[in-house]
Structures are given as structure tokens and as C-alpha cells.
């Protein structure tokens, strides 16, 4: 459903009373009854799961699948998928500045591309009554993938012509992939850069944001925005750069204080996170992440432009008992 998404933000910012939105989708297959394997592998379960999840919250957006793996497998990466868990990428598909330049940027649909489109199609059918996301990688988490997570951090010292050449060629993918979603009717994207984090500063402004912001440059208008995304531990030394990405919305981890994060960023640009995935909604107890949900919104909800989510993709079998607490707690904050 098209809608005007610079307007959807600005309502939420000005909301009394703030839905939540976190990054849910995979807990859907113990709705589903199916396992991580067959949701990725089908864009009807995918569809139905964005449903099932939309029917039963009261989230402020539907949001897609945060598999890192999918455009990674398009350019020659392996994949590895365990039971209960998110895929991963295992190897390397470049290993010098001569692989890079031969590196194919992969046509749209190619591999699971065009499944996780298809299933966005079918979702913004079913889904009308909010705003729904498509998720993608970021370019240097992509371009990290290519040349090895371990491994690239030393690239952008030893051989950083080879990690540009690389990133143009993601960025480029990335775009394209991008656009397709917005064709099959999404109203944004939620484009993840976490590996970005783990830069410092200076590399980071170089390796990641002017790439990111190619990305939303090209994609981005009233009716389709980027909500940005980095957990990573070093992003609130780099937030001039990243802001500078010109990205809606920001989306930031458990692993910095969303508090002090929210002092550095313009009061009339919309910040989420960041409830630990793996600690909370995972980890956790209903008890403990009311408590844990409770305490950043009293710290955070003072700036109007502040929404509650969690830090990052919540694990697939996250107990739902816990995930209804989350929800549970962002009323009962603004219920008091």
C-alpha cells in the first residue's frame, strides 16, 4: 500500500503514544510451525509470518526477514543454515585486488533475491494497515562478507583499493535490489551496516557512510525511506558520518547507551532500539525484559523523536511469552 512515508515519521515522532517497532519476523516460524530452512526458502511462509506477527502486535511497522546471507549468496558466497538459527556466510569469494575486478555483480532475482521480493509482494497485499519494510544489507557488511568478516578489517589498511572496488560493486547491487523491493510495493528499507561498527571513525566515513549514502541518494523519496542500522559497538563515535548517510530513520544496538546516543542526534529525526536480542528477548525472562524495556523507555522516551525497538533482529526462537512482555512493557509505560 503506497503511503507518505516522511509523513508516517512525522506522525510517529509526534505521537503521544509510541507503537514500537521491532525487528521481528523470524519468531514466525513457531507460529508457522516450520523451521528457519523452509522460511527462507519460501515466500508464501514469509508473507504469512509478516501476517500472523502483524495480526498479533501492535507494532508500529511490519518488517522483513534481516537475512545477511541472502545477497552475499548472489555474488558466490556460501551458506550455512543451522536449526533454530539465522544463515550465516562461511569463505571467502575475493581474495585480491584482480578477483575484485572480475567480481560479476549478480542480476536482481538471482538466487533467493527474487523469492524475498515475491514475498513482499504478497505481504503489502495482506498488510495495509501499516507501513511494511523490506530488509538489506548494508554495503560494507556486504562487501565484508565477500572478503571475509576476520579478514577485511586489515583490507581497509593493506588493500584498500581492492575493498573500494568491491564496495562499488555492492553498492551497486544493492541499489537495484533495493529498487525491486520498492517496486513490488514496500514503503522502505531496513538496510543493515553492523559490521560497520566494528570500524574506527575514520574508516568508517570512508568505507561505509558515502556508499550508504549512494544507497539512500538513489532509493529514497516521500514514499519509500531507509531506516539506517548499525549495532555495532563504536557507533556513537561515528555518528556525524553516519547521519550524514541523509537515511529517515536511524536503528541502533544494545550495545551503546541509547541515551547518550540521542544527545548527538537532531531532535526532529526519529532514533530507535535497542533491547538486547540475545540477552532480553532470547535470554530473557517476561519479567526481565519488562524490567529492561521499562528502564530505557524512561530513560529515552523524554526525547520525542525516541521509539522503543530491539536492538537488532530478534533470534527465531525467541520465546514468544517474552516478545508479548515487550509489548506488554511499552504499554504499560505509556499506560502510567
Request: proline letters at 5%; charged letters at 20%; aromatic letters at 8%.
Amino acid at each position: 500500500m503506497k503511503r507518505n512515508m516522511r509523513k508516517w515519521l512525522e506522525q510517529l515522532k509526534n505521537a503521544e503514544t509510541k507503537k514500537a517497532l521491532p525487528i521481528l519476523s523470524f519468531p514466525s516460524i513457531q507460529l508457522l510451525g516450520i523451521t528457519v530452512e523452509e522460511l527462507i526458502s519460501s515466500s508464501e511462509f514469509q508473507a504469512e509470518g509478516m501476517k500472523k506477527i502483524a495480526d498479533i502486535t501492535d507494532a508500529a511497522a511490519s518488517v522483513s526477514l534481516m537475512d545477511l546471507s541472502v545477497e552475499a549468496e548472489c555474488f558466490g558466497s556460501q551458506i550455512k543454515v543451522f536449526d533454530g538459527e539465522v544463515p550465516t556466510v562461511v569463505g571467502r569469494v575475493v581474495n585480491d585486488l584482480d578477483e575484485a575486478e572480475a567480481l560479476e555483480i549478480p542480476p536482481i532475482g538471482a538466487c533467493r533475491t527474487g523469492l524475498y521480493i515475491d514475498a513482499i509482494k504478497k505481504a503489502v497485499e495482506e498488510i495495509t494497515d501499516r507501513p511494511v519494510f523490506a530488509g538489506a544489507i548494508g554495503p560494507f557488511s556486504l562487501a565484508a562478507r565477500l572478503l571475509d568478516v576476520t579478514e577485511v578489517m586489515m583490507d581497509c589498511y593493506d588493500e584498500p583499493e581492492m575493498v573500494h572496488t568491491v564496495l562499488e560493486k555492492a553498492t551497486a547491487f544493492i541499489i537495484e535490489y533495493c529498487k525491486a523491493y520498492k517496486a513490488a510495493g514496500a514503503n522502505g528499507i531496513m538496510l543493515a551496516e553492523p559490521v560497520a561498527g566494528l570500524l574506527s571513525p575514520a574508516l568508517e566515513s570512508e568505507f561505509s557512510s558515502p556508499y550508504v549514502k549512494k544507497i539512500v541518494d538513489s532509493v529514497q523519496d516521500d514514499n519509500f525511506i531507509v531506516i539506517y542500522h548499525n549495532c555495532g559497538d563504536n557507533t556513537i563515535a561515528m555518528i556525524d558520518s553516519i547521519l550524514a548517510t541523509g537515511s529517515a530513520a536511524y536503528h541502533f544496538g544494545n550495545s551503546i547507551d541509547m541515551a547518550e546516543m540521542l544527545s548527538k542526534i537532531p531532535s526532529d529525526t526519529v532514533v530507535m532500539g535497542n533491547i538486547s536480542p540475545s540477552a532480553e528477548f532470547f535470554g530473557g525472562t517476561p519479567e526481565s525484559i519488562r524490567n529492561a524495556t521499562l528502564d530505557v523507555m524512561k530513560k529515552c522516551c523524554s526525547s520525542p523523536n525516541f521509539v522503543i525497538s530491539s536492538g537488532c533482529d530478534i533470534p527465531p526462537l525467541s520465546p514468544w511469552d517474552n516478545i508479548r512482555a515487550f509489548f506488554g512493557a511499552v504499554e504499560e509505560y505509556y499506560d502510567n
